[in-house]
C-alpha cells in the first residue's frame, strides 16, 4: 500500500559571519515545526561534500525538509504563526540570500518509518 504526502524542501546559504550560536537557534527552531499540525517529520542540516564526490552544493550551506499530511497541511503549516515567527525571527536574519524552496508530491510505502 502506499501513502501520498507532501515534501517541503528548502535550501539556505547562511551567511558567513553568522554564528554557531545562531545557527543552532536555527536548527531547534526548525525541529520545533514537528509541533505544527499536519507535520509528520521535520529534518535539518550541514550540506557537505567529500572528496570522492563532486561539490553540488552551489553556495547552499544548510537545507531543511518538513513532510507533511496533505496539500491542505502544508497550507496550515505555510500560515502557521509558529513557523511565521521562526522563519523571519530565526532563519530569513541569517541568509546571504534568498533561500530555494520547492513542494512535492511523494509517495511513501505504508509501514515507512519516514511517514
Do not use: C
Amino acid at each position: 500500500m502506499v501513502q501520498t504526502v507532501i515534501d517541503h524542501i528548502v535550501l539556505l546559504k547562511v551567511r558567513d559571519d553568522a554564528s554557531e550560536e545562531d545557527i543552532e537557534k536555527m536548527r531547534q527552531g526548525v525541529l520545533s515545526l514537528k509541533a505544527i499540525p499536519g507535520v509528520l517529520t521535520v529534518t535539518v542540516g550541514r550540506t557537505f561534500a567529500e572528496e570522492w564526490m563532486p561539490d553540488r552544493r552551489n553556495g547552499v550551506t544548510h537545507s531543511l525538509s518538513v513532510r507533511l499530511a496533505s496539500k491542505d497541511a502544508l497550507k496550515v503549516y505555510q500560515d502557521h504563526p509558529m513557523h511565521v515567527k521562526i522563519k523571519d525571527e530565526l532563519i530569513v536574519p541569517l541568509l546571504a540570500g534568498p533561500p530555494s524552496a520547492i513542494d512535492y508530491e511523494s509517495e511513501v510505502a505504508a509501514g515507512d518509518d519516514s511517514k
